[in-house]
């Protein structure tokens, strides 16, 4: 299941909650392609028990929307929506072309989201804002990661629009823009 099978989910009420890097994988097919799979859906949801509770957050904190790691949504009640486990798309992505070469996993003083581990939820929001902001404009992804380091950048730029415009449209615009911008459109284009 690539993102595009989890949009199709999501569109019928089926929440994932936990994109990660350890719930994504991938085969190849009889013709070589890649096909993405996502697996683990033991803390989805459907769409009448996405009301979520700081006791009931759910997700890997280095992967979450950074809104979901902030107060008051720790404090209170938040849906969560499509556009969140798109933003983990987002950072899954940059996470592992950051973070393996060639396919192997980089000493850890080379990973440069390696600080993530280690904070707290309005930290980890925090220190993924300044990457957004400026840090990803100064890190070096390893030379087998460049062309997949191009597309996060974009991916990465429209995240961070999002975070600066926040305009007050409906959740059914702003899903369907989120999967066309971020995670369709782009890998798409980058492709072709």
């Not at 569109?11 to 392609?33: F, P, Q």
């Not at 929506?81 to 987002?90: L, M, T, V």
């Not at 992804?141 to 409906?170: D, F, H, T």
Request: hydrophobic share 35%; aromatic share 10%.
């Amino acid at each position: 299941m690539s993102s595009e099978g989890h949009y199709e989910l999501w569109k019928e009420g089926i929440h994932h909650h936990d994109i990660s890097e350890s719930n994504l994988m991938y085969y190849r097919n009889a013709e070589g392609v890649a096909v993405g799979v996502l697996n683990d859906f033991d803390i989805s949801s459907t769409r009448d028990s996405d009301v979520l509770r700081y006791n009931e957050r759910t997700g890997t904190i280095q992967f979450m929307a950074m809104e979901l790691l902030r107060q008051p949504t720790l404090d209170g009640h938040k849906t969560h929506e499509y556009y969140h486990d798109a933003e983990s798309f987002i950072w899954v992505l940059a996470w592992v072309t950051l973070h393996h070469e060639h396919g192997t996993r980089l000493p850890r003083k080379d990973r440069a989201l390696e600080s993530l581990l280690s904070l707290q939820p309005d930290e980890c929001s925090d220190k993924k804002a300044a990457f957004l902001m400026t840090e990803r404009n100064v890190v070096q992804p390893p030379p087998s990661q460049q062309k997949n380091w191009e597309v996060a950048v974009i991916c990465l730029k429209m995240l961070g629009l999002r975070y600066a415009e926040r305009g007050g449209k409906p959740i059914d615009v702003v899903m369907e823009e989120a999967y066309k911008k971020w995670l369709h459109d782009v890998v798409k284009d980058f492709l072709d």
